[in-house]
């Protein structure tokens, strides 16, 4: 029986309220639970559903995987700092309203120039 004919042999007040798409949304419910798609071929929509589930979560992961990586690596870079450099930071934070953590961020990119800089000179030199 197809489920068109199913639905027709319903009382008239049960096709009245649900309707057909309804109806058949509430029957697929019915058929249907967590980790349906170990269940077999029938289930082969749901194992995609579940695919593409894991998917996004994946890449959501992989953001997250790399925002961590940039936390851990500021708290290394802070770590460094003597308590005169970290004073700094901290005042001009409290007294700009700026964010601790971009302020962190713009001191190593300084500090990484100047090195870069310092390196090139030397190579310079050593020609």
């Not at 058949?24 to 289930?43: F, I, L, M, N």
């Not at 579940?50 to 959501?60: A, F, H, M, T």
């Not at 971009?102 to 090139?120: G, I, P, S, W, Y």
């Amino acid at each position: 029986m197809t489920d068109i004919e199913i639905y027709r042999a319903l009382p008239e007040a049960e096709r009245e309220r649900l309707g057909f798409a309804a109806w058949k949304h509430e029957r697929r419910q019915g058929t249907h639970g967590p980790d349906c798609h170990r269940w077999g071929s029938s289930h082969y929509d749901c194992l995609l559903s579940e695919y593409d589930k894991l998917d996004s979560s994946y890449g959501l992961l992989e953001y997250e995987s790399v925002a961590l990586k940039k936390k851990a690596e500021r708290y290394e870079r802070i770590r460094t700092l003597n308590p005169r450099e970290y004073s700094e930071l901290w005042t001009r934070h409290i007294s700009t309203g700026e964010r601790f953590d971009d302020l962190v961020d713009a001191k190593f990119a300084e500090v990484r120039k100047n090195t870069e800089m310092q390196k090139h000179r030397i190579a310079e030199m050593r020609r």
